[in-house]
């Protein structure tokens, strides 16, 4: 089972790491301190196994579940009992308090495992990702990008009626991103390919925005685009 740890607590992270790396039925896919990234991480992967804290910053456990479409069994890690009732209203698989031990840990993957169809979890191309933006968690599908632009210490991420100021590196978002759809053709520049409009000599153009492509990218630009 492939799996996916989200804490903000790094101990816990490496705690729940060690356990998985000791039990021969799990793959440790994918360790993460927040939700958020956790929903660009099953953008991206399939997960069987999600082992889920609930008190983190920006976006809950229980949020991520009420929120974020998961096709993955859920196992939530908790110090706190009293979440427990609406922990099993998501139908998670089982419920543990922190501090962990490794038989209880073996005893919740034993569930999960028998779980009828666990290895059948299958996920779509990634279709959408979570951004922060002016202290809101916003979803934008992948489909409306029309171009990402690195602006200082943020990024831009632009669709047709909106843009998105994000705290990251152009290089961090598109490591997100398929790499199918997306191509950099500029160090400040990441353009969705299906949107492009129309090359002229060394310049994209992106719904009525000229772009010019840099020297180091255009081959690699020329490549994924494949003219005719």
């Known amino acids: 089972m492939r ?6 607590d790094k ?17 440790l896919s994918g360790s993460c301190e927040s939700a ?5 991480i099953l953008n991206e992967i ?11 910053p920006i976006m809950s456990g229980l949020e991520f579940l009420r929120h974020v479409d998961v096709n993955a069994q859920i196992i939530l890690i908790t110090s706190k009992e009293q979440h427990a009732l609406e922990a099993f209203e998501y139908d998670v698989t089982d419920y543990l308090l922190k501090p962990v031990s490794y038989s209880r840990f073996l005893k919740a993957i034993s569930k999960a495992r028998n779980q009828p169809g ?7 191309a990634a279709n959408e990702i979570f951004v922060k933006a002016n202290s809101v968690l916003e979803k934008i ?9 690195a602006a200082v210490d943020y990024v831009l991420i632009r669709t047709a009626d909106s843009k998105y100021m994000v ?10 991103l398929p790499k199918k759809d997306f191509v950099r053709v500029h160090r400040s ?9 129309s090359i002229d000599g060394n310049t994209v153009v992106v719904n009525d925005q000229f772009i010019k492509i840099g020297r180091s990218y255009r081959k690699g630009f020329m490549q994924r685009i494949s003219p005719i």
């Open 11 to 27: 101990v816990q992270r490496e705690l729940i790491a060690g356990f998985v790396r000791e039990t021969h039925s799990l793959t």
């Open 3 to 8: 799996c996916l740890i989200v804490d903000d």
């Open 189 to 197: 520049y990441v353009v969705r390919i299906d949107k492009i409009d």
């Open 167 to 176: 705290n990251s590196s152009l290089s961090s978002i598109l490591n997100k």
């Open 141 to 149: 599908k992948l489909t409306d990008v029309l171009l990402i632009e």
């Open 46 to 56: 399939a997960i069987d196994l999600i082992l889920l804290d609930i008190a983190m």
């Open 36 to 40: 958020v990234k956790a929903a660009n």
């Open 118 to 124: 666990n290895f059948n979890h299958t996920r779509s």
